[in-house]
């Protein structure tokens, strides 16, 4: 069955315009999973609370977000459909279930591209050498989603090339760098990755600790699920979207190590990032190996991975609500459910640019946007959770495979997930700048209270679910 009569069967038409191959599909989950992004994301604060023995959390959060992998990929396989959580949830379970997911989904991707357009911005002040002030940092970081919003309106090939050229900087960049600095510019010995450097203090015990960092080094490996994004959008999606997650996650997994292990033994004073006092230390890294002539490309560097991960994000995004309001199922569901004529899914992108930005209006004061930044880190691990709880119950029902080894890494899955969403969520002091508001420490579980609370108004009052008959029937048995 070919990828239009398979949309078909599914119950959709081909809109958008099907031309990535599984590696313009991998360049969507790199850039949006984007190494430079992630490890500027974790370096700090986990070192700040662990040492460079935090490094050693990564391989084992590695291994749980493939867990999560292996459940997306064998979902895709089946419904290679935009708006995968959505889709998903509502064929396993049921037409509520589905819509909360993709409910939720689409919020925590939204407001995660408000904190990627924020903390792009810093970047471009860098560049020009000029000191940032909170209007200026929301002017520029929406600046940055009007950006990524004008690319992605021109269809899925300019996406590609402007994503591909940006992560393609960024991956021999970082490679290089971390090469460089493991190999030319190393200053200690590894046995300094097994040492805290008494930062572990700060949350009152090792193992206070390590769950810090292991619900930090989360972050890091969260966005593979942009290759679901633009399943319709890919030839031979069944196949290719599966693999291209694998690849993006683990290529990205090993860019990441291999950095976070090269700047950890390459720092000039590890001592003064765990005691809070070099809050760059991936530049300070840098910089000292390199000299002082790579600050400005190194900028370069970084302002480009940013600029990556919003276009691809976004554009992620759009087509989640794409595919909520092509089944009238989302507020405005006429207006965001648009295709132009560059088939690329304006609607969505509009709607998602507008609460990116707005979200961003936070920026003007610094507790409030670290309380959506804080939500917008968090909030991706739910979906994910959701997903694998799907995925079990379509095993329970017999609409997915149930075999032993199949069942025992959906369960897995859902353990890690369920444990991670708690540890990502749990409101932490040491996660909060000094001082921070309650609110600040607790962004996750109000963020996350607010999301469902408003969805599942809406499913009372709108009662979106009774418009969507359970479909069940399965595309492909292979996985």
């Not at 909030?379 to 495979?401: H, M, N, S």
């Not at 609370?453 to 292979?478: C, M, N, T, W």
Request: hydrophobic share 55%; aromatic share 12%; proline share 5%.
């Amino acid at each position: 069955m070919n990828d239009t009569d398979q949309l078909h069967a599914l119950g959709y038409r081909q809109e958008l315009r099907r031309s990535l191959s599984v590696l313009g599909n991998i360049t969507m989950g790199f850039a949006v999973v984007a190494p430079v992004v992630a490890l500027y994301s974790v370096a700090q604060v986990g070192t700040t609370l662990a040492g460079p023995a935090w490094v050693l959390t990564l391989p084992f959060v590695l291994l749980g977000q493939l867990l999560v992998v292996y459940v997306y990929a064998e979902l895709v396989a089946r419904w290679p459909l935009a708006g995968g959580p959505y889709q998903w949830g509502r064929r396993l379970v049921g037409p509520a279930y589905g819509w909360l997911g993709g409910w939720v989904w689409q919020f925590a991707v939204m407001f995660g591209n408000t904190t990627v357009a924020y903390l792009a911005a810093p970047w471009v002040f860098a560049l020009v050498g000029v000191e940032p002030t909170p209007g200026g940092l929301v002017a520029v970081a929406i600046g940055v989603v009007v950006l990524a919003t004008f690319v992605n309106a021109y269809g899925i090939n300019v996406l590609r090339l402007f994503v591909g050229l940006g992560i393609a900087a960024e991956a021999v960049a970082s490679v290089l760098v971390g090469l460089a600095l493991l190999l030319v510019f190393r200053q200690h010995p590894f046995a300094l990755l097994t040492r805290t450097l008494g930062a572990e203090e700060l949350s009152g015990s090792t193992f206070s600790a390590f769950l810090a960092v292991i619900a930090v080094a989360g972050w890091a490996f969260i966005g593979f699920d942009a290759c679901v994004s633009t399943a319709e959008e890919t030839k031979d999606a069944s196949r290719q979207v599966p693999r291209a997650m694998w690849w993006a996650l683990l290529s990205v997994g090993s860019v990441v190590i291999l950095n976070a292990v090269a700047v950890g033994v390459a720092h000039p004073d590890p001592a003064a990032v765990a005691a809070g006092r070099d809050l760059d230390p991936v530049t300070t890294a840098v910089v000292h190996g390199f000299g002082s002539w790579s600050d400005k490309p190194f900028v370069i560097v970084v302002l480009t991975s940013f600029l990556a991960c919003a276009m691809a994000s976004q554009g992620g995004a759009a087509r989640g609500l794409y595919s909520l309001a092509r089944d009238d199922v989302f507020p405005f569901a006429r207006f965001v459910k648009r295709v132009n004529a560059r088939q690329a899914p304006i609607g969505g992108l509009v709607t998602g640019g507008l609460i990116s930005a707005a979200g961003l209006l936070f920026g003007l004061e610094s507790s409030a946007i670290g309380s959506l930044i804080s939500f917008g880190t968090a909030a991706t691990f739910l979906p994910f959770f959701l997903v694998a709880v799907a995925a079990l119950a379509g095993r329970a029902r017999g609409l997915l495979p149930r075999s032993p080894g199949r069942t025992a890494l959906t369960v897995l899955a859902l353990l890690w997930t369920g444990f991670e969403l708690v540890n990502v969520w749990w409101p932490r002091e040491v996660l909060a700048p000094p001082g921070a508001p309650w609110y600040q420490v607790w962004a996750a579980f109000i963020g996350g209270a607010v999301v469902i609370g408003g969805g599942l108004a809406y499913l009372v009052v709108r009662r979106p679910q009774e418009r969507l008959a359970p479909v069940v029937a399965a595309v492909s048995d292979s996985a």
